[in-house]
């Protein structure tokens, strides 16, 4: 289908609203920081229709959380408004093809459907429950299978009938658990059957009517599956069924397991006036560590098979051995200086406790000459071929530091090896992509082995592996064409701020040819069409929002937008576009990318700067595209035009500039970033003209922390700062984020004591804002309130707390936003202008 770009661009015309235009060129703070409605409300989660003429996409409803569901004809041009009524009609996102790719099933609100291109582009419901279905696939011989509470069921194409293949339960099995209450029996309870004939009597055609039912329920083929019992020890964590349906692969953890200490967080603004108190997530390292269990259950058979996770390669090392030898001196020597500084124990203690500690050492000493079994490990989604024959799955160890992907034999019930990557710090999860080329042998994945996330296929028969790019690069998001033919993806191959769409020949693998396929500079993600025809993209620039634009799936087509859904508003305002510069760095070779904002004019004396700092660490925002902190961005621009140089860098830590970035700040946060944020100063005092006494910082999240570190320990960087739901101590943080970076406080004390802020509070000198929200079940209240305290203690002075009843993390109110930055921005005039 040729694209008709006229045509289709006058479409995007109905969704451009047209708002009063009052003081076009009007940036202020209340506007900055309204709600962001009045940017125009930008396309969310497109998605094709089966057939690839049509294209859907979600738009938030002014002044209201609803989203709006439209639709664009490409052949119309049209694009509408999906009513409620027609909704009904309409397709959704995901879901899954049919061999023949006539056939797509999906959910929809919680209901499974099916599209047919052959029966008159057909919408089929399958299911209309209060119960939600989801993860619908075609098994092998064309019947639809879906997951319902956590069951798999089969709806048979041919005779609507509806059957569950497997029934699994963690529990024991009835005459396990008699057997136990027969352990646990009374004195009473055991004399009964001993001396009473009705009782044992009763019993035994108890015992014998389910014998016999199950007889009956195994050799009766319109009953269900027998069911298969697991112990009452376990719980399900995840499953997925063979498209042949003669297996079931289940991921098991133990059902009573510590979950660690967890915070309580007070609510004092509440509809009934009272306080409400929640519990929040639990702290890093205070919870034991329980793995996973891998289960083949085969149609048949009486028992699943546990899979064997010693055939992975160094899944018995310990990469943390060192630290855990250092962590068991240390308790020793701290259980010596009590000891020591005791005193008042009597003999009969000191005796009892020597007992102890000798019955202790006897054990450490035991555990150390036993062979060393698996690391715990947590398993990712298991992926079968289309006809079931194969299926593989990633491995991950709980400590962080390996991943495997390994191939499951269906036959013998054992896994196979088939790659892995191990890293020093820790593996990055978020290149986890694998899928299965249309050959039902291959698979592609993504690793960062090289340095770099980069795109690989296997053939799971042979184990050959190919590596489909390289470079200094970062590759994300791969999709493989229906045909096979391609492999799609995104990269920012020419520039670390830019991701294109490019693909990759399969028949061309291992040697490195790669096209480029979209041209369009920003950030762009994509949408490849049900027939490899057409990308649909969502492409954005760092002063123009995400839009929807259309192109054919090969290098050099022309792409044309769809969309056009920016408010006049914004469009009228000139806007400060940022200027994408270099920072060198004195630390490593390369430089540090970043966001550079202009003050319009020549410097005619030294100027003032700000620095900002973004959040959550492992982020990218000097790319080219649109960024999360939209807001962030107009207040840069009212900083431009009051004189301030705005720095907005991609510290190490970063995401988009590989491994060796990202893992800068293993054992050492707040390090690498400081002194990055250091090179900045001397490239905007020697390269932008500004004044080295005046510059001030401010960040939220992880921006906050790094904020603080650069107070606290550099004092001499930064005339004033401003820290935003700000972490201050990384042992009251989430596990799985920072035991990543840090591992356990009790493993790697050192760790945390040099990356949180604080620790190093009695070198605040400047003026500091610290901001939070009292309902941030993120970084909670709490992290500031105990640094407050401690400034206290200190005898600190210059400083200020400002808290937020009513917010999260993440603010929503409008009055929050505009309350918070203008004290940044009276912060930064009061101690950066002269």
Request: proline share 6%; aromatic share 8%.
């Amino acid at each position: 289908m040729p694209v008709r770009p006229l045509a289709v661009a006058l479409a995007a015309g109905l969704l451009l609203p047209v708002l009063p235009l009052r003081a076009q060129d009007d940036v202020t703070l209340e506007r900055i920081m309204a709600h962001p409605d009045w940017l125009g409300r930008q396309p969310e989660r497109p998605y094709w229709s089966s057939d690839g003429d049509s294209v859907y996409f979600q738009r938030k409803r002014e002044g209201e959380e609803t989203r709006d569901l439209y639709r664009i004809d490409l052949e119309g041009p049209e694009t509408v408004r999906v009513s409620d009524r027609d909704r009904a009609g309409a397709e959704a996102a995901g879901g899954n093809w049919d061999r023949e790719r006539r056939r797509r099933v999906f959910v929809k609100a919680g209901d499974v459907f099916i599209r047919d291109l052959d029966r008159d582009d057909s919408l089929i419901q399958i299911t209309r429950t209060a119960t939600t279905e989801a993860t619908p696939f075609f098994t092998a011989g064309g019947d639809v299978a879906f997951r319902r509470a956590g069951v798999w069921f089969v709806r048979e194409r041919e005779t609507g009938l509806l059957r569950q293949p497997f029934d699994v339960r963690a529990e024991d099995e009835p005459e396990q658990a008699r057997s136990e209450q027969d352990l646990k029996a009374g004195y009473l309870e055991r004399q009964q059957p001993r001396l009473l004939e009705i009782v044992r009597q009763r019993r035994q055609r108890e015992e014998r009517s389910l014998e016999v039912s199950r007889e009956r329920q195994a050799g009766d083929p319109s009953r269900s599956a027998l069911p298969h019992y697991l112990g009452r020890e376990v719980e399900v964590a995840g499953s997925a069924l063979s498209p042949a349906l003669d297996r079931l692969v289940l991921r098991t953890r133990p059902k009573e397991r510590d979950e660690g200490l967890r915070d309580r967080m007070p609510n004092y603004v509440t509809a009934t006036g009272m306080v409400e108190v929640e519990e929040v997530r639990m702290k890093v390292g205070t919870a034991e560590t329980a793995g996973e269990a891998l289960l083949l259950l085969r149609a048949g058979d009486a028992e699943p098979v546990t899979l064997d996770l010693s055939v992975l390669p160094g899944i018995t090392d310990d990469p943390l051995a060192d630290l855990r030898e250092v962590a068991r001196q240390r308790k020793k020597d701290r259980e010596a200086a009590a000891k020591e500084t005791g005193g008042g124990e009597d003999a009969a203690d000191t005796e009892a406790k020597s007992i102890e500690q000798k019955d202790e050492d006897a054990g450490e000493e035991e555990a150390n000459d036993k062979e060393p079994g698996p690391r715990p490990v947590r398993f990712g989604p298991v992926s079968f071929n289309r006809d079931g024959s194969r299926a593989v799955v990633q491995v991950y160890s709980a400590d962080n530091k390996d991943r495997w992907i390994a191939g499951i034999d269906l036959e013998a019930g054992e896994l196979g090896p088939l790659h892995r990557m191990s890293d020093p710090a820790w593996i990055n999860y978020a290149f986890r992509d694998l899928g299965w080329l249309p050959d039902d042998r291959t698979i592609f994945f993504l690793s960062e082995e090289t340095g770099y996330s980069h795109l690989h296929v296997m053939d799971t028969a042979t184990g050959e592996r190919l590596q489909v790019t390289e470079g200094d690069f970062v590759v994300r998001s791969p999709q493989v064409s229906a045909d096979g033919a391609f492999l799609y993806f995104e990269a920012n191959r020419n520039h670390s701020g830019v991701f294109d769409v490019f693909r990759a020949p399969v028949s061309e693998a291992g040697t490195g040819v790669v096209e480029q396929v979209t041209s369009l500079g920003g950030l762009n993600s994509y949408r490849l069409s049900p027939n490899d025809g057409h990308l649909l993209i969502v492409h954005s620039s760092a002063n123009r929002p995400p839009e929807l634009w259309l192109q054919d799936a090969s290098p050099g087509a022309e792409a044309i937008r769809l969309t056009e859904t920016t408010s006049s508003n914004f469009l009228a305002v000139d806007w400060v576009a940022p200027r994408f510069v270099e920072v060198p760095s004195s630390h490593v070779e390369r430089p540090i990318h970043a966001r550079l904002y202009l003050p319009p004019g020549p410097a005619e004396t030294p100027r003032p700067a700000v620095v900002f700092v973004h959040g959550a660490g492992y982020l990218q925002n000097a790319h080219q595209g649109w960024s999360s902190y939209f807001r962030e961005f107009m207040f840069h621009t009212l900083l431009a035009r009051r004189g301030y140089v705005v720095l907005d860098m991609d510290f190490r830590a970063s995401a988009g500039y590989g491994r060796d970035w990202r893992t800068a700040i293993y054992r050492q946060m707040g390090t690498p970033e400081v002194e990055d944020l250091a090179d900045g100063i001397d490239y905007l005092v020697a390269e932008q003209g500004v004044d080295r006494e005046r510059i001030g910082v401010y960040g939220g999240s992880y921006g906050g922390f790094v904020t603080f570190m650069a107070m606290f320990r550099h004092p001499e960087l930064f005339a004033a700062g401003a820290a935003l739901r700000p972490v201050t101590d990384w042992a009251h943080y989430n596990h799985g984020y920072t035991s990543n970076i840090l591992n356990t406080p009790e493993l790697d004390p050192e760790a945390y004591e040099r990356s949180s802020p604080i620790e190093f509070a009695e070198g605040l000198q400047k003026p500091l804002l610290i901001c939070t929200g009292m309902l941030d079940d993120n970084v909670l209240f709490q992290d500031s309130v105990r640094l407050v305290q401690r400034l206290i203690e200190l005898g600190k002075e210059d400083w200020e707390l400002a808290v937020y009843p009513a917010e999260a993390h993440g603010f929503v109110e409008p009055s929050s936003w505009l309350d918070e930055y203008r004290r940044i921005l009276k912060l930064f005039e009061t101690h950066l202008k002269p």
